[in-house]
C-alpha cells in the first residue's frame, strides 16, 4: 500500500508563493498518476491539478490554471505543488492522492483516488 505525507503549507500574504510537497513511499511513484485537491471549512472536497505517472500530461482546475505548477520526481518519488500569486480564496487543507487505475490517463475525479495524504493548511490572508 502506498503512504503519502504533504508538507510545505502555512500562513502567507495575499500574492504570495508556496511550494508544497507529496513525499510518497510504499510503492514507487512512477506507479501512479498524481494528483492535488484541496477542501475548504465547509465546502466539499475539489481538484487542483494531476500529472501523469510519466510527468507528460497534466491538467489544472480553471480557479487555479496560470498561477499553480505540479511536477514530479519520480527518482526522488515526491510530486510538488508550487502556488504563486495566492489569493484568499486559495485558503483549504490540501491534500495530495495517488489514482488507484493503472493507467497512463489522468483522472480529475476523487473517486479515482484511493490514496491520500493526511492535508497541509494553506491559510493566505488579506
Known amino acids: 500500500q502506498v503512504q503519502l505525507v504533504e508538507s510545505g503549507g502555512g500562513l502567507v500574504q495575499v500574492g504570495g508563493s508556496l511550494r508544497l510537497s507529496c513525499t510518497v513511499s510504499?510503492?514507487?511513484?512512477?506507479?501512479?498518476?498524481m494528483g492535488w485537491f484541496r477542501q475548504a471549512p465547509g465546502e466539499e472536497r475539489e481538484f487542483v491539478a494531476v500529472?501523469?505517472?510519466?510527468?507528460?500530461?497534466?491538467s489544472y482546475a480553471d480557479s487555479v490554471k496560470g498561477r499553480f505548477i505540479i511536477s514530479r520526481d519520480n527518482a526522488k518519488n515526491a510530486v510538488y505543488l508550487q502556488m504563486n500569486s495566492l489569493k484568499p480564496e486559495d485558503t483549504a487543507v490540501y491534500y495530495c492522492?495517488?489514482?488507484?487505475?493503472?493507467?497512463?490517463?489522468?483522472?480529475?475525479?476523487?473517486?479515482?483516488?484511493?490514496?491520500w495524504g493526511q492535508g497541509t493548511q494553506v491559510t493566505v490572508s488579506s
Open positions: 492522492a495517488a489514482d488507484r487505475r493503472n493507467s497512463g490517463f489522468i483522472s480529475l475525479r476523487l473517486i479515482d483516488y484511493n490514496a
Open positions: 510504499g510503492r514507487a511513484l512512477s506507479n501512479y498518476g
Open positions: 500529472i501523469s505517472r510519466s510527468g507528460g500530461t497534466t
